[in-house]
Antibody, heavy 115, light 109 residues
Framework: QVQLMQSGSEVKKPGASVKVSCKTSGYIFTSYAINWVRQAPGQGLEWMGW????????TYAQGFTGRFVFSLDTSVSTAHLQISSLEAEDTAMYYC????????WGQGTLVTVSS | SSDLTQDPAVSVALGQTVRITCRGDSLRSYYANWYQQKPGQAPILVLY???TRPSGIPDRFSGSSSGDTASLTITEAQAEDEADYYCNYRDNSGDRIVVFGGGTKLTVL
C-alpha cells in the first residue's frame, strides 16, 4: 500500500536549519511528484510547492523561496525539505503529499522553533 | 490570503444533510478537490475531480460545482464526519500551483 513516512519532530533554535524527510513506499517514486504543505498551529493548509521526481526540478510557492529547499534521494525513494535560518514563524506541521492530485499524505513532521 | 473562500464553520444535526462550499473565480476553470482533517491527524482526500471518491470514502460524500462555487455534500452526516474540510485546486498551466481554501470546521450536533 502507498505510504509516506516522515521523520520525527524537531525542536530548533532560531537561526538553525532543519531537514525533514519523507520516505515513500508502495508505488514507483518517480511516477508521482511530491508536494510540501505547511500547517501552522491552529491554522489552515498552505501549499509550499512541489518537486518533479523525474527531473528533480522544484517549484516554490510565493513566500517559500530562499530559505526552503526541496530535494530528492531517488535511490531510497525519499524526498527532503530543508529550511534554513529558522524563525519562530516557521513553527508548524509540515506534510509531504504525493502527486499532482495530492492523494496520499505523510503523517506530518512538527517543527518547533524556540529559543 | 487565499482566492478560495470557505465558511469558517458549519454545523449539522446527526443524520441530516450538509453542504460545504468553496468559492473562487478559478473554480470556473478547475475542479476542486476536498480534504478531511480530524484533530491531530493528517488530511485525507475525500473527493477529487469535482465528484470522484477515492477508495474507502463512503458514498455519503459527494461533490458538485456551479459557476465559481464547488460544494461538498455529506448526506446523513455521522458523528465521525466532524472535522475540518479544505478545498483546493491545481492550476494545470505553468508552474502548476496549488491553492487551498481557508477550511471549514464541521460540527455534527
Amino acid at each position: 500500500q502507498v505510504q509516506l513516512m516522515q521523520s520525527g519532530s524537531e525542536v530548533k533554535k532560531p537561526g538553525a536549519s532543519v531537514k525533514v524527510s519523507c520516505k515513500t513506499s508502495g508505488y514507483i517514486f518517480t511516477s508521482y511528484a511530491i508536494n510540501w504543505v505547511r500547517q501552522a498551529p491552529g491554522q489552515g493548509l498552505e501549499w509550499m510547492g512541489w518537486i518533479n521526481t523525474n527531473t528533480g526540478n522544484p517549484t516554490y510557492a510565493q513566500g517559500f523561496t530562499g530559505r526552503f529547499v526541496f530535494s530528492l534521494d531517488t535511490s531510497v525513494s525519499t524526498a527532503h525539505l530543508q529550511i534554513s535560518s529558522l524563525e519562530a514563524e516557521d513553527t508548524a506541521m509540515y506534510y509531504c503529499v504525493r502527486g499532482l492530485g495530492s492523494d496520499f499524505w505523510g503523517q506530518g513532521t512538527l517543527v518547533t522553533v524556540s529559543s | 490570503s487565499s482566492d478560495l473562500t470557505q465558511d469558517p464553520a458549519v454545523s449539522v444535526a446527526l443524520g441530516q444533510t450538509v453542504r460545504i462550499t468553496c468559492r473562487g473565480d478559478s473554480l470556473r476553470s478547475y475542479y476542486a478537490n476536498w480534504y478531511q482533517q480530524k484533530p491531530g491527524q493528517a488530511p485525507i482526500l475525500v473527493l477529487y475531480s469535482k465528484n470522484t471518491r477515492p477508495s474507502g470514502i463512503p458514498d455519503r460524500f459527494s461533490g458538485s460545482s456551479s459557476g465559481d462555487t464547488a460544494s461538498l455534500t455529506i448526506t446523513e452526516a455521522q458523528a465521525e464526519d466532524e472535522a475540518d474540510y479544505y478545498c483546493n485546486y491545481r492550476d494545470n498551466s505553468g508552474d502548476r500551483i496549488v491553492v487551498f481554501g481557508g477550511g471549514t470546521k464541521l460540527t455534527v450536533l
